[in-house]
């Protein structure tokens, strides 16, 4: 898995995605509460009004400011048999308030590449 600069993630179809989150406030890191959820959303391209293709929730740890967000290989194998790479939109939250995702950059991409090619 590799993560741009533009929050562009780029991950093999099939392969356990796994990073650290942090959310600024102004300078300073975020830290995070007890009832802190962290939502993880997955969609289709163009289809942030659909049902996503990934959701997962994360409680993170009381008095840190990363999280883990970890996607297991098998949910990740998504997309069917292609030979060809698939985009896919992504967002983040914090109890349901969107942290990462749509913004005047556009939104966050997810390339989903076939199963072993190289990205």
Avoid: C, H
């Avoid at 293709?53 to 996607?71: K, L, Q, Y």
Wanted: aromatic share 14%; no cysteine; glycine share 8%.
């Amino acid at each position: 898995m590799k993560i741009m600069s533009d929050n562009t993630i780029s991950i093999n179809r099939g392969d356990e995605l796994l990073f650290d989150y942090q959310i600024y406030n102004g300078n300073e890191p975020y830290i995070f509460s007890e009832n802190d959820e962290i939502g993880f959303y997955l969609y289709k391209k163009n289809q942030y009004n659909k049902e996503p293709v990934i959701s997962e929730t994360f409680i993170p740890e009381a008095g840190t400011d990363v999280i883990e967000i970890r996607v297991s290989a098998e949910d990740m194998d998504i997309g069917g048999f292609t030979n060809v790479q698939q985009e896919y939109w992504y967002e983040i939250t914090l109890n349901d308030e969107v942290t990462l995702g749509y913004d005047a950059d556009g939104p966050k991409v997810l390339i989903l590449y076939p199963t072993g090619k190289k990205y």
